[in-house]
């Protein structure tokens, strides 16, 4: 059975002349990790802050966790977890210090919280330096001590905007071990992030927003799928064969081929990826051309995001 | 596997108790911060320290308050008055302390958690009160180390450092809202342009009566002078005060004063507190 555990319908938030919400629904499940994905400036913090309770919203409604934040914003409270986008840990006190103290913010009893802060700082790499005042931590280190205050509770919900941003490759994996463990034992994760391979890796649902409004909700896969078929790519060694290439690749499109002069690239979509793969190969052999690459190359990401972007901001100019 | 705060149950007494508890922590994180920033602590006591060698030893043999000529018991009408701007300009501390906690995004953690709120206000309040009741009383070791005594009794004595006590915790609702109305920590720093005339502008270092007539005004009627006159008054020192109704009741009005402070400053920052979410 799956329940609805964040929901929010028809959005809306103004700032004097902004529309930063306009009309915004999201809705995730339980145990599922959720994606927003958009420009700067798109809307995803301030919906991140609605249903935090931070932020009064002027339409629309929400629930989260089965509380209407409006109305409930303390049972709400209860049961949510936030990393905001900006690093809020106090630098003054100790990485222990801080998960202490938050901890008893939730009320956890003293011993309860210690254990907690332990446990936190093993999972966020931290136990080196769970003793030294945040002062003196890194970018990231900070990144982490926030990160794990967040998770004090293994919240039913948790929201963390950009939770990525700034951290180094391993940094990245401890988060995303820990988001994906949080979700396995039925946290629903609500993550804003400008990183399409974390988005691809970490969420199953993506919800992409631009100018405060839905443009797609979708899967990862089914965001790639939205992009069409596997492109078929030729990479000249000589600039002088691109011609002879395009004809080559041309026979086996399906599709326009297109002539990427500064790449010194040809490419077209193909159907059948392998079978059009092994017959171009073959056709490069035969005419006894050297070429510096051949492959496949599948729509990324960033390619479905910078598409959908794309096509609003030339709606937008319209 | 998810963990639930522990509700309070909806009674006032279980509601009580968790808010003294937020209340409790958060003053314990605030003496975490003093113990483990001595060094701020001594800063922000360098302040009233310079200014009393500067005034008692540079400007104050200079200055006739009690007419019977410059730099008489100077010392005797000084101290109190240092007593009493320590006091007021610590308002910009509290204000310095709450736009960093905001500006640093810990006024927002805490307001996405299910405690009192409240508890960084009221918890500010309470550290900030203690905290200036050490300020004071390291001062008042230096104040008996440069030869200033009080000459009142015991209770009086302490009647004065309580009245002290009373502004500070005014001025403290003043910073809270000012903290949460100025952008970030670099314009609360600015707030000294406020705090120095509301400290100087007053008895502290001259009675009102030497300034030209609508500046001695003014200051005869600034809330620091009446407290400053008051401790005077407590600590058997110099007064030199004027006709004024604050000057001849200022006993009185050191103590009214405040609560008018708190009156119109304490809605104001619960009401900027609430409107964080605008
Ligand atoms: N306090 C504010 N006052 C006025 N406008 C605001 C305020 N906060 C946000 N906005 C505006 O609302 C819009 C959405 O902002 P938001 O912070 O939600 O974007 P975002 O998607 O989180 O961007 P980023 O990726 O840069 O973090 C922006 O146009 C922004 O300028
Ligand atoms: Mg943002």
């Not at chain 1, 932020?55 to 209860?78: C, E, K, Y």
């Not at chain 1, 913010?105 to 093993?122: C, G, I, M, N, V």
């Not at chain 2, 800063?43 to 730099?71: C, H, K, N, Q, R």
Request: overall charge negative; charged content about 20%; aromatic content about 8%.
């Amino acid at each position: 059975m799956t329940t609805t555990t964040v929901e929010a319908v028809n959005l809306g938030k103004r700032y004097k002349d902004t529309a930063a919400l306009d009309g915004f629904d999201i809705s995730a499940q339980a145990g599922t990790v959720l994606g927003l994905l958009g420009p700067n400036g798109a809307g995803k913090t301030t919906t991140v802050r609605i249903l935090t309770t931070l932020l009064r919203f002027d339409t629309g409604s929400a629930t989260v966790a089965g509380f209407d934040i409006a109305r409930d914003a303390r049972q709400v409270r209860r049961r949510i977890g936030l990393t905001g986008q900006q690093t809020a840990v106090d630098e003054v006190l100790t990485a222990r210090q801080n998960l202490v103290l938050f901890g008893r913010l939730f009320r956890l009893t003293k011993a309860r919280a210690r254990e907690r802060a332990d446990q936190l700082l093993d999972q966020f790499g931290l136990r080196d330096a769970a003793d030294r005042q945040a002062k003196g931590f890194s970018g990231g280190m900070k990144r982490r001590l926030d990160l794990a205050a967040s998770m004090i509770l293994a919240p039913q919900v948790l929201f963390l905007d950009e939770p990525t941003t700034g951290l180094d490759p391993s940094g990245r994996r401890e988060v995303w071990d820990a988001v994906s463990g949080l979700a396995a034992d039925g946290t629903t994760v609500v993550l804003t992030t400008h990183y399409l391979d974390e988005a691809d890796r970490l969420c199953d649902r993506i919800a992409v927003i631009d100018h405060g409004r839905n443009l797609v909700d979708d899967t990862p896969a089914g965001l790639k799928r939205r992009m069409g078929a596997d492109r078929l790519e030729i990479v000249a060694a000589d600039p002088a064969d691109l011609a002879v290439l395009h004809g080559i690749v041309a026979a086996v499109a399906d599709g326009e081929t297109a002539t990427d002069e500064g790449a010194s690239s040809v490419s077209a979509p193909v159907k059948e990826p392998v079978a059009a793969l092994t017959a171009a190969a073959t056709a490069v052999r035969d005419q006894g051309l050297t070429v510096a690459d051949i492959g496949l190359r599948r729509p990324t990401l960033d390619e479905a995001f910078l598409e959908l972007i794309g096509t609003t901001q030339k709606e937008g100019q319209q | 596997m998810n963990t639930l705060a522990p509700l309070p149950d909806e009674t006032l007494a279980g509601r009580l108790k968790w808010t003294l508890h937020d209340y409790r922590t958060i003053v314990g994180q605030e003496f975490t911060h003093l113990w483990r920033q001595p060094v701020n602590f001594l800063w922000a006591l360098g302040f009233p320290i310079v200014m009393v060698l500067l005034f008692v030893y540079v400007f104050g043999s200079a200055m006739d308050v009690t007419g019977e000529g410059a730099g008489v018991d100077y010392v005797a009408y000084a101290m109190p008055g240092m007593f009493a701007m320590t006091m007021a300009f610590g308002f910009t501390n509290t204000a310095w302390a709450v736009a960093e906690a905001k500006e640093k995004g810990f006024v927002d953690r805490v307001r996405s958690m299910p405690m009192a709120s409240s508890a960084v206000v009221v918890g500010r309040n309470i550290a900030d009160t203690i905290h200036a009741a050490i300020d004071l009383f390291v001062l008042f070791l230096i104040a008996l180390a440069i030869g200033w005594r009080s000459d009142g009794t015991f209770w009086e004595t302490l009647g004065a450092f309580a009245i002290l006590l009373w502004l500070r915790f005014a001025l403290i609702w003043v910073g809270v809202w000012l903290g949460l109305m100025v952008k970030g920590v670099e314009q609360a720093g600015n707030l000294f342009a406020i705090a120095f005339p509301f400290g100087m502008v007053s008895s502290v270092f001259t009675p009102p009566e030497l300034m030209p007539g609508w500046l001695g005004a003014i200051a005869a009627w600034n809330p620091v002078s009446a407290t400053a006159t008051a401790i005077r008054e407590l600590f058997g020192n110099p007064v030199a005060a004027g006709n004024s109704w604050p000057e001849q009741h200022a006993l009185m009005a050191a103590l009214i004063w405040p609560v008018i402070i708190t009156a119109i400053f304490l809605p104001l920052a619960v009401r900027r507190f609430r409107n964080l979410g605008r």
